[in-house]
């Protein structure tokens, strides 16, 4: 059974910094794509940063460049998404998806991942 569990959210202060996790389980990491998605309030959920089979990262969103990172540690069957100097329209709830098909490159489309995780909140406040 594919799934993938996300965790890692909570509240910050401008300038602070999280580390998303997403465990994965019930298929093999390195044969696919795993993208990032934001949902701000009252937003439509948005691509963030996505890894693909070949560890290429694929960056979907301006706002986020230098500022976040994604990596993986396939021992650990895990995605991460490192987040610095956050800004308070990064508050929303994080979602990590699997891409529908292996060896595929990112995409930026929700319809092209078959798989998600439940979320996690992320609140950047003073």
């Known amino acids: 059974q594919v799934q993938l569990v996300e965790s890692g959210g909570g509240l910050v202060q401008p300038g602070g910094s999280l580390r998303l996790s997403c465990a994965a389980s019930g298929f093999t990491l390195t044969h696919y794509a795993i993208n990032w998605f934001r949902q701000a309030p009252g937003k439509e959920r948005e691509p963030i940063l996505c890894i693909n089979y070949r560890n290429m990262h694929t960056p979907y969103t301006d706002s986020v460049r230098g500022r976040f990172t994604v990596s993986r540690d396939n021992a650990k069957n895990t995605v991460y998404l490192q987040m610095n100097s956050l800004k308070t329209e990064d508050t929303g709830i994080y979602y990590c998806?699997?891409?529908?098909?292996?060896?595929?490159?990112?995409?930026?489309?929700?319809?092209?991942?078959?798989?998600w995780g439940q979320g996690t909140q992320v609140t950047v406040s003073s």
């Open positions: 998806a699997r891409r529908s098909e292996p060896y595929s490159d990112c995409s930026g489309f929700l319809s092209s991942y078959d798989s």
